[in-house]
């Protein structure tokens, strides 16, 4: 019954949306619907301080396509987030435990903005999110700082990767053999600027050496990947 009554307000939810957005989106903010999707619920959203109003729209991307959007409306404006149907229209959209990025758009000013969400979470279809704030006051730059430590290092059987960083950006920790098999992912998510500590437990890998790379997508204009990499030392 939970579920019917679920997937019944998914449908009203689409009835009342094709009648109350005031204005047709943004070109750079059309999607295409598709049967597989996720509400994002933003509380707040700010534009250099100030509320958006409702000529001003919100998106969701994945790697520069848009996956959604909708008209601002007030606190807990409803985002749907659409998924890779596997349909040639849904080509390229989101996939389960991707995260979305933002955009605003300031009607005002005709401006697009990337904003960034003060907490996000990872795309599944059928879900439901809340993300407090979307924000553009600290746009994200390329960072001068990027440091990486490893300690101890010959380790056994667990090590803390600290990474130092002054950009927020999307992460994904991962440990390869000598060979360049994937092994391990240790973290795969949202990264704010600052000191993160991670650790990695080794215990079921033999003695060898390895390879800790950092994949980097960072939040600015143009998206940008950076790459770290760092070599490991199991001893036993």
């Known amino acids: 019954m939970f579920y019917l009554i679920r997937n019944l307000s998914f449908l009203i939810y689409l009835f009342l949306i094709s009648f109350s957005f005031p204005q047709d989106p943004p070109e750079q903010f059309q999607y295409n619907q598709s049967t597989l999707q996720a509400f994002y619920y933003i509380g707040i959203a700010e534009v250099e301080g100030e509320d958006p109003t409702e000529d001003d729209w919100i998106a969701a991307f994945r790697d520069n396509i848009c996956v959604g959007s909708a008209p601002w409306q007030g606190q807990f404006t409803t985002l749907p987030v659409m998924g890779d149907s596997g349909q040639q229209w849904t080509v390229g959209y989101m996939q389960n435990g991707e995260y979305p990025e933002y955009q ?14 003060s907490n996000n979470f990872a795309w599944f279809n059928n879900a439901f999110f809340t993300i407090d704030m979307l924000d553009i006051n600290h746009i994200a730059t390329i960072p001068e700082i990027f440091e990486i430590s490893v300690y101890p290092n010959p380790f056994n059987p667990e090590t803390t990767i600290s990474i130092q960083h002054d950009s927020a950006g999307f992460i994904q920790i991962q ?43 960072y939040i600015s204009f143009t998206k940008s990947r950076k790459i770290h990499t760092k070599k490991l030392v199991i001893l036993k």
């Open 104 to 117: 605003i758009f300031d009607h005002s000013e005709n401006q697009f903005t990337t904003a960034i969400p």
């Open 175 to 217: 440990i390869f053999d000598i060979s360049g098999q994937l092994i391990d992912n240790i973290y795969s998510g949202f990264a704010h600027p600052g000191n993160q500590i991670y650790k990695w437990k080794a215990d079921k890998f033999p003695t060898g050496l390895y390879f800790l790379c950092i994949f980097i997508d």
